[in-house]
C-alpha cells in the first residue's frame, strides 16, 4: 500500500474509532492533505552526515546546540493507544525520528510496545522521562517526586529495554533546581525543555496545528508535541512536506546527547565497528 494512503487510512481509522466513541476532541473535517506524498517528502530531507553526539549535559537544554539543520521532534504524554499507534506506523513507514516522553500509567505504551521497541532498539526512536502519571512535581514531596520518576524509569525498562536515558522532561514544564536535582539522582541529568510547539496540549484543528508548525519547524529547535489528540495524525503528510522544503532532518535526542553505553549500543545496532 502506498505510504500517505497506508497514513491517511490510519487516520481516518482514528476519526471513526472518535466518532464511535463519543468523542468531542476529534475537530478536523478536512479532507485529504493537499501536500506531496509522505514516501516524497521523506526522499527529500537532508541527506547530510549527522554530527558525532555530545555527552548528555547536566542541567536544562531548551534547543539544540550548534548550528545545523536538525530538528528534534519530541512528543509526550499518550492518552491515547490509536494516536500512540499511528505515531509508530508514521515513524516506521518514514523513517522519521522521534523522541517519546511517555508516561507510563497510560496503557497506549504497552499496547503499542510490539510495533515500537524495534524502533527504540534501532535507535530511530529514543525514549525520555515524564513521570509516571503526569503530576505537577513542584506540588510535591522529595519523596512523591522520586517515586514518579523512578516508578516510570523502571517502566520504560521492562516494557522497552531503555536502562540509562539521561533525559528528563517534567510535565507541564514545572521544574525548580530541586525538582532538576532529584531527576538527576533517578538517572536523567538533562532536562529537556523546548523551543517550539505543535501547540496541540489542546485539541486543534488541523490548520491551527499546522499553523503552529509552520512557526516553529525551523533549524535546530526542540519541538513538543502529544500523542493525545487525533488531529496530528491526518497532517503527517503536511508535516513532513515542511521539513523538506525547508531541508531540514529529522534527529532524536540521543543523536545529538549520548552516554557511552548508548554509544556502543548504536554502533552494534548499525553493524559498525564498536568505538574503543
Given amino acids: 500500500m502506498e505510504r500517505r494512503t497506508f497514513l491517511l487510512a490510519i487516520a ?5 474509532a472518535a466518532v464511535g466513541r463519543g468523542t468531542t476532541g476529534l475537530v478536523d473535517t478536512r479532507p485529504a492533505p493537499t501536500s506531496p506524498p509522505i514516501a516524497a517528502a521523506s526522499a527529500a530531507t537532508v541527506e547530510a552526515p549527522v554530527p558525532a553526539p555530545l555527552l548528555p549535559p547536566t542541567g536544562v537544554v531548551q534547543g539544540l546546540p550548534g548550528d545545523g539543520v536538525s530538528l528534534a521532534l519530541t512528543i509526550d504524554d499518550g492518552t491515547s493507544s490509536e494516536v500512540v499507534g499511528a505515531f509508530a506506523a508514521f515513524a516506521t513507514e ?13 496503557r497506549s505504551w504497552e499496547e503499542n510496545a510490539p510495533a515500537l ?3 527504540v532498539e534501532s535507535g530511530q526512536v529514543a525514549l525520555g522521562n515524564h513521570t509516571w502519571s503526569h503530576p505537577d512535581l513542584t506540588t510535591l514531596g522529595d519523596r512523591e517526586v522520586a517515586e514518579e520518576i523512578g516508578r516510570n524509569r523502571e517502566f520504560m525498562r521492562t516494557v522497552f529495554g531503555v536502562r540509562d536515558s539521561p533525559f528528563f522532561r517534567p510535565p507541564f514544564g514545572a521544574r525548580n533546581e530541586r525538582i532538576d536535582r532529584i ?3 533517578q538517572g ?6 523546548w523551543n517550539g510547539t505543535l501547540e496541540d496540549s489542546r485539541v486543534l484543528t488541523a490548520d491551527e496545528l499546522l499553523a503552529a508548525a509552520q512557526k516553529w ?3 535546530q529547535r526542540i519541538v513538543v508535541g502529544h500523542a493525545n489528540h487525533a488531529t496530528v495524525t491526518t497532517v503527517y503528510g503536511d508535516l513532513l512536506a515542511l521539513i523538506a522544503e525547508r ?3 529529522t534527529v532524536t535526542l540521543a ?10 549500543r548504536g554502533a552494534r545496532a548499525a553493524g559498525s565497528a564498536v568505538p574503543a
Fill in 12 to 16: 481516518a481509522g482514528l476519526a471513526g
Fill in 94 to 106: 518514514t523513517g522519521t525520528r522521534l523522541t517519546l516522553f511517555p508516561n507510563g500509567c497510560y
Fill in 117 to 119: 521497541r524495534p524502533l
Fill in 183 to 185: 531527576a538527576a539522582d
Fill in 188 to 193: 536523567h541529568p538533562t532536562v529537556v525543555m
Fill in 217 to 219: 519547524f525551523t533549524a
Fill in 247 to 249: 531541508g531540514l532532518r
Fill in 255 to 264: 543523536d545529538v546527547w549520548s552516554t557511552p553505553a548508548q554509544r556502543l
